[in-house]
């Protein structure tokens, strides 16, 4: 079985309660209690806004870095906890961005924090490796998405 469990990534501690409370509502509990999950797949992120070196602001630095790093990784800690303790040998799955290996300088922060969601993922796949807990990062290509065209249409005016 599969669900989609909607939470907000600016609010990562409250976003991960709240998803494995829904995982442990659905699938319930496995092995020595943990939640029975055998996979968790982090597709949220923010690219917006865009900026520079020169445009840089504490506030947007933060807030797309709790979105695309901190969320994931309070995500990804809280279900290979389950998973270990459920003895479950499961998957993890990052969305990231091909961006990661060198984006466009207006896409500074962004690019910032792909990088470190492909480290972290690296780190913590051999971390989890002992557990049979795979982690990976899928770094995708520019994707046309309702927000992203909504973005450029308002930045180009087209």
């Given amino acids: 079985r599969v669900a989609y469990v909607s939470a907000d990534g ?3 501690e409250a976003g991960t309660v709240k998803i494995m409370a829904a995982a442990r509502d659905l699938f319930g509990v496995a092995g020595e209690g943990g939640v029975n999950v055998h996979g ?3 597709v949220a992120g923010v690219a917006w ?3 520079n070196l020169e445009q840089i602001t504490a506030t947007e630095w933060n807030r797309m870095m709790t979105i695309n790093v901190l969320a994931p990784t309070l995500l990804s800690q809280a279900a290979s906890n389950e998973m270990k303790v459920a003895g479950i040998h499961g998957s993890i799955v990052h969305v990231g961005s091909i961006v990661a290996y060198g984006g ?3 896409m500074n922060t962004y690019t910032v924090s792909k990088a470190a969601l492909n480290a972290f993922t690296k780190v913590s796949a051999v971390e989890l490796a002992e557990h049979r807990i795979r982690m990976n990062c899928v770094n ?3 994707t046309l998405t309702d927000e992203e065209n909504k973005q450029q249409t308002a930045e180009k005016g087209e």
């Fill in 140 to 142: 995708m290509a520019w």
């Fill in 49 to 51: 806004p865009r900026s």
């Fill in 10 to 12: 600016a609010e990562p």
């Fill in 104 to 106: 466009s300088p207006i």
């Fill in 40 to 42: 968790l797949v982090n």
